[in-house]
């Protein structure tokens, strides 16, 4: 198993560009997860799902937007890249089966919006 | 507001000293807990997790930690660090609610150990 990927690993975008970061999992997690990670802050929950075409908001989900057609894949889009996106954002997944587990993260994409 | 307290943000220890990284939670009803862990340049991985049972959990290298429900606390322990213990620690909570679950993230506690 690969676990959770995301791609890429670095981006560097202006002002006003949009990106989708890609984010697959590979153990039939229904849950998966995006969180941006600032120093300093912790993890803040931008968007979640709990099964394909099921999507709902987390706690910082202005600008973005995400989508959940397969099991597999949960791509998170931005809209109109500003600073206050320069982040580390990790996307991560869960079984839900039986109630709450541990969450698997993937590597990471450092953004940096200039 | 639910909150997520680590109460240390940076924790500087020599080898061989003993570590206790406190977390403490509001949420009053049942909870599942968790402590990542974060080495540099790489993603997070659960160290341990307390679901029920025994309070006091052992994780992997060497980590343990305690859950006690009177105090809101899961306070992380290692009688001994190592130089390879410097990461980033963060504790989690899930909050357990009717038709699900709530996970929140402290906001992490900066490890460095001094060979």
């Known amino acids: 198993n690969a676990g959770v990927t995301q791609t890429p690993k670095f981006r560097i975008l202006k002002i006003g560009q949009s990106m989708t970061l890609q984010c697959a999992q590979d153990?039939?997690?229904?849950?998966m997860y995006w969180y941006r990670q600032d120093p300093g802050m912790g993890l803040k929950l931008i968007y979640y799902s709990v099964g394909a075409g099921i999507t709902d908001k987390g706690e910082v989900p202005n600008g973005y937007n995400v989508s959940r057609s397969t099991t597999e894949d949960f791509p998170l889009r931005l809209e109109l890249a500003a600073p206050s996106q320069t982040s580390v954002y990790f996307c991560?997944?869960?079984?839900?089966?039986?109630?709450?587990?541990?969450?698997?993260f993937g590597p990471g994409t450092r953004l940096t919006v200039t | 507001a639910q909150s997520v307290s680590q109460h240390n943000h940076h924790v500087i220890l020599s080898e061989a000293a003993s570590l206790e990284l406190g977390c403490n939670y509001s949420y009053g009803g049942t909870v599942n807990l968790f402590w990542y862990v974060q080495y540099p340049g790489q993603h997070l991985q659960l160290l341990l997790k307390?679901?029920?049972?025994?309070?006091l959990v052992k994780g992997i290298k060497g980590f343990e930690a305690e859950f006690i429900k009177s105090k809101f606390s899961f306070n992380l322990r290692k009688p001994s660090v190592q130089w390879s213990d410097t990461a980033e620690y963060f504790c989690a909570v899930n909050e357990i609610r009717t038709g699900g679950f709530k996970t929140i993230f402290g906001a992490g506690t900066r490890l460095f150990v001094k060979a």
């Open positions: 991560a997944s869960s079984p839900s089966a039986g109630g709450p587990h541990e969450q698997y």
């Open positions: 153990m039939n997690h229904n849950y």
């Open positions: 307390y679901f029920s049972g025994d309070p």
